[in-house]
């Protein structure tokens, strides 16, 4: 079968199985790194931003500056920040008949293939996953709607333009492919066509093929997926991780005997132990907070921040921060805090067992309680009467271009008592930094990525035992910047095959056989034959019926009986109308036991002469000659009809069929 | 023949004790493990030891599913499993799987702490059961080993009720447990897939009832309560903790804020509040609207409803109370029931079913004298009301549920034989499956006719899905191939793959027949008149003439040679393998008859 790869993004990833005749997208994760070549978009007024000198060309050209604009030797876009989608030239995409999701990050194109290129199937994702995935989408859209940009930049796509700008803009891939934000009407569109699945649920795309998503343990309804046949078996692994936090823990054992294996979402911070990770962030935050400064944490509003929070919940009362006040600021919050603890059937066994009790499964209920955690729509409204500093913010987006986090560092980037803490693993904080320097703040990074690492993968690979994996080109060799490390790649046997964007693989595998059922009446009409000890077989003829990629046999009818002989027909009529095979034949026909069985039919004339290969039986009388070889017989006689009958059915008393 | 057995050892043609014994295959499932409300001695439980008499249970049984929490399905699980002794698995819902063990501490705490009885299980032994429960999540494929796997759907009847489905290989049976199908103010309608089970165990609590519309028993019920209130009279509403309680609530929460009431309302013991949270965190387990609304109001939080205190039934003025067990057969609402009893103002609603045996049965059957226990006779001067909330499907939800599933055969249980025996005849007449309602102990076998599937290699499926002289793809095609049967492994091969994989040669099976025909003309003339003689009959071959003058049609041979004697004669062999008998035997006969006269 053909893997298409439409995206280049190993934890982004977008592929598409032609499989059985059927055509399965694999996620559809949204490059959000392309916003990063783009200026912030502050909610309020930003005399620096808008203060921005134009970017000029060496050769003192300034018909750029409009749309690039210069911060400390950075040149940014100044127009609504734009995304990479996932290829969609490749193949047509009207021709996908589903889409399975892994986890709510991987679902963020989902309106731009969904709405814009005539598909028509269904999408299937886990309920978790489908909520999660709307509150991130929802988000989004509004943290870029609610900050118009009379400007939309296109000039500096142009080819023979990018080619004289600076890194990293000169280098972005697929520029002319780049999109705006989908508005809500299409998110909307979009989720109304997803069907919604349980781990373990067998599901028949066309009888054909059965896809199933498991727990992989990385997110709250995070799935792998396995799509089989009867007789093959291909894993998506995608976003799995080993650790425990709040999400069922992955299930492994049912990887085990894939034919292939496809492995994307690994951590993207190899080196970077989460336990130590989140140790950090306590301690940087407990630190800036104890010198009276604010801490802001750039995050999605799911995910990890219900971590975060749980070990904030254990950790502030030791720390002497329970009067710090923590706010948690994004249209989505309330409803990501509040279905985090309605989804208790995809939480790991300690938080489940606290449903039973019943209690909320994740602390922050009470940190909300208690007035310690407050969550805001945004920083207008309530948020600037209630806003007590030093605090800690919770708020997006992590790549800092975007939503309230861009009015906390234009408010606290100017003071090195405030300090910055990046989480999330999505974005280089550096990068995102860049439009805001110089910047006095004191910048943490803390990335925490739950997903597996490379020894994890080696052991998971070792316990699973696929044939083949496939994984994207980046896990097959080190990381560049660490290109000595080369235990940061995937090692097995035989060696992965890796795909890039764009690419259309042939994935090796040969089926040989499909399962068929046979209908209980002609089962009862076989006579299975003992050939071999143990070994019994039985010829079948039977009528095959397909529907639906399913395939029965069933006995075939009744021939119907010839009318008793009224009228001479005409010879034609009597044609044989199907080809009705006969089976093979196998052994050899012994010669006395075969001379003596003509005598007893009443054949006194015969005689037996030897051959080079087996021996001649004439029937004197009849003009017939039997030919007998070891694998053959050839009987010839003349056109007496019921005399060649006769002889016939004595040979086949000798021979076996098949 | 393959034949699946049900045996009721509760819920046959009886409402109660549900318990089903299920062998399909060679695997024994049990289908709830309930008490029975109606007895209090040891018709309670059910007759275990029929499954075996000295053995243990775990060896007979494969697995035990529970399909909600309701006490006639559950209440005899620690007894079961603790007492008796079973440690395989245990299968409900998460819902289940929480809310089940406080109703059996409820149960356990009336039986032995009220009513003093000993030999009961222990609080322990709750605990101890609930730990060999594996939760399910609906449509989830539970494997529960390598041939048997039980499925999940939404049965809508209470919080976590599930219908399962019970399959071995090609045989499955469904069984719904209580279900709902028309949504209510909390839940969703049961739903399943057309799945075509060899047979549906369904409940038949409302086996004749056609239910008048929601709406008009909602408005009545709440006339009905309103009126009383206004007199200022108490109301009475004896219900069970979970379930129908949160649907009435839900209906006079909105109804006391539409209608600016200030009657209290009160829900008793401390289950309530606790009842409420369970619905707040499986909130994804109610119906849509509340889902989608649960953010901005969860509907599970009451403004009206306040927790009751055993002093307040003694309060003057109208009042509201919910209280539990639903059936009044013990606990506060018997204790509220006597002190509210002798006064005509007063009203106590039935919103469910009541078993034989219970006040709530005497009082619904129109007894108004009756015997408490210190043989103190009780006037009943309240008046007794009946509004039918319990979740069951009626007679034409369980008809709505037979025709989604499409089984091949029908089970009756949770019932009144009575009312079954009409429903299975409407059953019988309306789907033409057979329908059956064994009684408890008796056995009901059903024949399965099961396909067996095989593999088949893909050049033989190739091979037949591609001949045939018209490729019409309705048209049903004839294949032939040569079935392996190795250990517990089917394969269906081509006859030549078969023969290889057995190491055996291919015998050849020739014929030649000479025929002999009238033609004084030349042979090579004869020839082309053989060879146009059988091009015009048999059209739908291919016959050819070769350079060497011999003719084909198909792989049969013809050759023509002069009599050696007879000039006029010429011989005709005919010569064919036992694979082109047929046609080889047709030629034959065909040229026998000679040929055409020349034109």
Known sequence: ?658 | MPEIKVTPLGAGQDVGRSCILVSIAGKNVMLDCGMHMGYNDDRRFPDFSYITQNGRLTDFLDCVIISHFHLDHCGALPYFSEMVGYDGPIYMTHPTKAICPILLEDYRKITVDKKGETNFFTSQMIKDCMKKVVAVHLHQTVQVDEELEIKAYYAGHVLGAAMFQIKVGCESVVYTGDYNMTPDRHLGAAWIDKCRPDLLISESTYATTIRDSKRCRERDFLKKVHETVERGGKVLIPVFALGRAQELCILLETFWERMNLKAPIYFSTGLTEKANHYYKLFITWTNQKIRKTFVQRNMFEFKHIKAFDRAFADNPGPMVVFATPGMLHAGQSLQIFRKWAGNEKNMVIMPGYCVQGTVGHKILSGQRKLEMEGRQILEVKMQVEYMSFSAHADAKGIMQLIRQAEPRNVLLVHGEAKKMEFLKQKIEQEFHVSCFMPANGETTTILTNPCIPVDISLGLLKRETAIGPVPDAKKPKLMHGTLLMKDNSFQLVSPEQALKELGLAEHQLRFTCRVHIQDPRKEHETVLRVYNHLKGILKDYSVQHLPDGSITVESILIQATAHSEDQGTKVLLVSWTYQDEELGSYLTSLLKKGLPQST
């Open chain 1, 1 to 658: 079968f053909l893997q298409y790869c439409l995206s280049g993004h190993p934890t982004l990833p977008c592929n598409v199985l032609k499989f059985k005749s059927t055509t399965i997208m694999l996620d559809c994760g949204l490059d959000m790194t392309s916003t990063l070549n783009f200026l912030p978009l502050p909610l309020v007024q930003s005399p620096r931003l808008s203060k921005l000198p134009g970017w000029v060309l060496k050769d003192g050209s300034t018909f750029l500056d409009k749309e690039l604009k210069e911060c400390s030797g950075h040149v940014f876009v100044d127009s609504v920040p734009e995304f990479c989608l996932p290829e969609t030239e490749l193949l047509d995409l009207s021709t996908v008949d589903v889409i399975l999701i892994s986890n709510y990050h991987c679902m963020m194109a989902l309106p731009y293939i969904t709405e814009y290129t005539g598909f028509t199937g269904t999408v299937y994702a886990t309920e978790p996953t489908v909520q999660i995935g709307r509150l991130l989408m929802e988000e989004l859209v509004n943290s870029i709607e609610r900050v118009p940009k009379a400007q939309s930049a296109s000039m500096w796509k142009n080819k023979e333009v990018q080619r004289l700008l600076p890194a990293p803009l000169k280098d972005a891939v697929e520029v002319s492919m780049w999109r705006k934000c989908y508005t809500m009407p299409e998110v909307n569109a979009a989720l109304s066509k997803i069907q919604l699945v349980g781990y373990s649920q067998k599901i028949e795309l066309f009888g054909a093929v059965q896809v199933t998503p498991l727990s992989s343990g990385y997110a709250l309804g995070s799935s792998n997926w396995i799509i089989q046949s009867h007789y093959e078996k291909v894993s998506y692994v995608s976003g799995s991780s080993l650790l425990t936090t709040h999400p069922q823990p992955m299930d492994q054992a049912s990887l085990k005997n894939s034919d292939v294996l496809i492995l994307t979402g690994l951590t993207q911070i190899p080196t970077a132990n989460p336990d130590g990770m989140v140790g950090e962030f306590c301690s940087n935050l407990a630190m800036t907070v104890r010198n009276g400064g604010n801490v802001l944490v750039p995050c999605y509003p799911s995910g990890v921040i219900y971590d975060l929070l749980e070990c904030l919940y254990q950790y502030i009362d030791s720390a002497g921060l329970s009067n710090v006040p923590f706010y948690f600021i994004s249209p989505v919050a309330n409803s990501s805090l509040e279905f985090s603890q309605i989804f208790a059937e995809w939480l790991c066994h300690n938080k489940q067992t606290k449903v039973y009790l019943p209690e909320p499964p994740f602390p922050h209920a009470e940190l909300i309680q208690t007035n310690k955690l407050k969550h805001y729509p945004s920083i207008h409204g309530d948020f600037s009467n209630d806003f007590k500093q030093p605090c800690v913010v919770f708020t997006g987006h992590p790549s800092l271009r975007f939503g309230d986090v861009v009015h906390f560092m234009e408010l606290w980037g100017k003071s090195s008592l405030n300090t910055v803490i990046f989480t999330e693993p999505d974005f280089s904080y550096l990068d995102a930094l860049a439009p805001y320097q110089p910047l006095a703040m004191k910048c943490v990074y803390c990335p925490i990525d739950t997903r597996l690492n490379f020894i994890q993968v080696s052991k998971l690979l070792k316990e699973v035992q696929p044939l083949h994996v496939v994984c994207p080109e980046q896990y097959t060799q080190p990381p560049p910047t660490q290109s000595h490390r080369t235990d940061l790649m995937i090692e097995c046997q035989p060696p992965a095959v890796s795909y890039r964007r764009a690419e259309v693989l042939t994935l090796p595998y040969k089926r040989r056989y499909e399962k068929i059922e046979i209908m209980p009446d002609l089962a009862d009409s076989l006579v299975p034959l003992e050939i071999k000890p143990g070994i019994s077989l039985a010829t079948v003829s039977a009528v095959l019926h397909t529907k639906d990629n399913k395939h029965v046999l069933q006995l075939p009818p009744k021939p119907p009986q010839p009318p008793a002989s009224k009228k001479r027909k005409r010879v034609s009529d009597d044609v044989p109308e199907c080809k009705s095979l006969k089976p093979l034949l196998s052994g050899s026909i012994p010669v006395e036991q075969f001379v003596q069985t003509l005598e007893k039919h009443g054949f006194s004339d015969v005689k037996v002469e030897d051959t080079a290969k087996g021996h001649i039986v004439l029937l004197q009388e009849a003009e017939t000659l039997i030919q007998l070889e070891e694998d053959s017989t050839h009987i010839i006689c003349d056109n007496d009809e019921p005399l060649r009958v006769k002889l016939r059915d004595l040979v086949l008393k000798f021979l076996q069929k098949f």
